[in-house]
């Protein structure tokens, strides 16, 4: 099967194949680790604590990097304009809520969502919307700080759905404005905040454009911020 692809779809397989088999060896590191510093094998110095939480850093840049590479492996994977095929828009943003839940329970994160009244049909495969708003949606808790919170809001009309998706976090600095949709780029202020690899957003862009949508921001350094998609609806 692999053999009979074109040379991009091997590609493509190639990198998701890599993704998924490196996601493996670093959860089981990251387990161990993290048992390490529960003092489940005896106590530590606060420097070997230290180290250990270093490498545990490091691990979830790691991870961040390789779900984000499968993302865009999967993206380019699928069809894109697709046209004419039923999105569940709401269904797609409460699997993402869902998937944040923990974070936003940990940091006690409040979140609103106004639900739309129509769905409508959407241009993308239902697997790319998923990816846009796993991602704003990651993004707006991830760098929102505890007891912040997170809105979701959704217009449509004849020809949009616009989707916005608000937050209370750290911002963007001004300065990164121009960069923030380039590959592998973080801002100042995200790496204290919280590991990634900087390429969320630059996948997040080219699938919404290439359906056919825009996707824009509004943010101040320590102000939260708000993203905004649109895709054309049928
Ligand atoms: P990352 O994996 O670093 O989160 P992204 O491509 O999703 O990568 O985002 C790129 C950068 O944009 C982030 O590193 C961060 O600096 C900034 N950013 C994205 N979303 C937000 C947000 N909601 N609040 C503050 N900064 C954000």
Redesign the pocket.
Known sequence: MFFAKKKEEKEVDLVAMAAHQLRRPLSSTRLSLEMLMKGDFGPLQPEQKDIIEKILKQNATLM?LIN?LLQMAQAEASPKNQTGEYVDVMSIINAALTLNYEEINRKKISVDFNRPQVLPRLRLKKEAVAIIFN??I???V???LPGGWVKISTALNAKNIEVK?Q?S????PDE?HQK??GRF???????T????????????KNIVESGGGKIS?D?KEGS??T?SVTLPAR
């Not at 976090?169 to 963007?172: A, K, L, R, S």
């Not at 780029?185 to 790496?191: G, K, P, V």
């Not at 990634?196 to 997040?204: K, M, P």
């Open positions: 961040c984000d991602n704003l990651d993004n707006a991830k760098y929102t998706i937050d976090g750290i911002g963007i990164d923030i949709f780029f973080r801002a100042r202020n995200a790496n905040a919280a590991p990634g690899s900087g390429l969320g957003l630059f996948i997040t921001f943010s939260g911020s993203f």
